[in-house]
């Protein structure tokens, strides 16, 4: 998943005051949140690069924050 796909979607839940749950990232992290260590297999989409690195692994933290948002039930 590109990053910013991610991010427009929390942007758009927190303008309209809607509940945002970001459950994990895919097997295609980006760059900039693995050690190089962890940098295995590096994928460019239009300058975007995105490291192959497994879900487990990948984690659920967008932008240095976990969102747990649920959506209230009355």
């Known amino acids: 998943m590109l990053p910013q796909w ?8 927190k303008k309209s005051g809607v509940a945002f749950h970001f459950k994990q ?5 980006p760059e ?8 295995k297999s ?3 989409i239009d ?4 490291v192959g690195m497994g879900k ?3 984690g659920r933290e967008l932008d240095g ?8 039930v009355s």
């Open 65 to 72: 924050d976990i969102w747990n948002g649920l959506p209230l």
């Open 6 to 13: 991610a991010r427009v979607l929390r942007d758009q839940a």
């Open 42 to 44: 590096v994928l460019d």
């Open 25 to 29: 990232w895919g097997h295609w992290v």
């Open 32 to 39: 900039e949140i693995v050690t190089d260590e962890q940098k």
């Open 47 to 50: 300058g975007i690069r995105l």
């Open 56 to 58: 487990k692994d990948a």
